[in-house]
């Protein structure tokens, strides 16, 4: 973004804080900024407190679902955050979108953003991040048109799903359990309670689904992880010199902690094992580290193919990361826990205790493992059939069966 831009996204942020908060409301985020520059845990709420306490979840509207057209094709609102590079939650939801404006539905794109930037100020980035989106980039703050069905597609934006006077069913796209974000408090119990909306879940696994029908008695379909095979894939002819870390300390539950610990322990038992790590700068590790930093899916596919292993660790909803190791011939070694063997559901991914000697031992079984090219084949073909267009059908197959009834 050009300096010209980045002056004008600033001032329209500033104005419509005033706008909406009033002076104090600039005043109390230059001081959250200030604290931030100075180390302080200090970070702009999630969501407008005006939305919450609009949503009264004890008064639910009518559906009301416009008639659809002879030809068959939907009108779908999808509210979202503004996209975050490398977020594989956005990618996800993307390749959704595009699946459904392939079959000739119509999908737009309302912007939740709690930091005032407006929808146009994010378009050039989306139009340039997923340039197979064809509909509008809007403000949900402006209000919804009409549409068929109303997706939600995380905790902080169905918030406005609810209270938003548009016509449309309202679906909640689920890819992990949030309120597992948060200690327990204000912020888990806020999230928590959007799954009380009255929405209908399409999650990313089984294990969702079952959950919030299970606790919270929420209607929820499914649908199995797919794997861009032409993205990620084995390379022939290349020579694997090491294990690789997703280290990220912005998202707490692929735990960087422990996974660095892993990666000390096991560094002291293979010191001429390569230790790759990406998703943002770490700094040394030691002198066979190499930190990759912020990468692109294709550099990514090279490092994976580079590796034994890779380290994907999990605290909730499993990650896209350890098909699209499988796929490039690398072995992940995960954590263990339900959530993750229910959605892997793969013969090739290793699990270990969520403890650095454990994972470490993983890790080394890996790595020393006899004809390794025989395992990594047999890996990638694992999940050589998984494709994103098996999720696109399913969610297609939910909305007919839903709206039109």
Request: proline share 6%; aromatic share 8%; with cysteine.
């Amino acid at each position: 973004m050009k300096p010209v831009q980045v002056i004008r996204r600033r001032a329209h942020q500033v104005s419509r804080i005033v706008r909406e908060q009033g002076v104090r409301g600039v005043s109390a985020r230059a001081l959250r900024m200030a604290a931030k520059r100075l180390g302080a845990d200090s970070e702009v709420f999630p969501v407008r407190l005006e939305d919450v306490r609009a949503a009264d979840l004890g008064e639910r509207r009518p559906v009301v679902v416009p008639p659809v057209p002879a030809d068959g094709s939907l009108t779908i609102n999808w509210i979202s955050t503004p996209p975050a590079p490398g977020s594989g939650g956005h990618t996800t939801m993307f390749r959704l979108i595009q699946h459904l404006e392939s079959l000739g539905h119509t999908c737009r794109l309302y912007l939740y953003d709690v930091y005032g930037s407006r929808a146009v100020d994010h378009e050039p980035v989306i139009r340039a991040a997923y340039p197979g989106f064809r509909g509008p980039v809007l403000d949900v703050t402006a209000g919804m048109a009409d549409a068929h069905a109303v997706f939600a597609t995380a905790w902080m934006t169905a918030y406005p799903a609810f209270n938003d006077r548009c016509a449309g069913k309202r679906f909640y796209l689920v890819q992990d359990y949030e309120p597992w974000f948060f200690p327990v408090g204000g912020l888990s119990a806020l999230a928590e309670n959007t799954y009380r909306m009255g929405f209908h879940g399409f999650t990313a696994g089984r294990f969702l689904a079952e959950k919030l029908r299970t606790d919270v008695g929420m209607p929820a379909d499914w649908f199995d992880f797919g794997c861009d095979a032409d993205r990620y894939h084995l390379r022939e002819g290349v020579a694997r010199d090491g294990v690789v870390f997703y280290a990220r300390r912005l998202a707490p539950r692929r735990a960087i902690e422990v996974g660095l610990l892993a990666l000390e322990v096991f560094a002291e038992r293979h010191p001429d094992i390569a230790i790759h790590t990406y998703g943002e700068k770490i700094g040394s590790l030691g002198p066979k580290h190499v930190d990759h930093g912020l990468v692109t899916p294709d550099q990514l596919n090279d490092i994976y193919n580079r590796c034994y292993a890779g380290l994907s660790l999990s605290m909730t909803n499993v990650s896209l990361v350890p098909h699209e190791m499988l796929a490039a011939g690398c072995i992940p070694v995960v954590n263990e826990a339900n959530h993750n063997r229910v959605v892997l559901d793969n013969d090739h991914v290793r699990y270990a205790p969520a403890t650095p000697h454990d994972l470490a031992r993983a890790l080394s079984d890996v790595v020393t493992t006899p004809d390794f090219a025989a395992l990594a084949q047999a890996a990638s073909a694992s999940v050589s059939g998984r494709s994103w267009d098996a999720a696109g059908h399913e969610l297609e197959k939910v909305l007919r069966r839903e709206l039109l009834v």
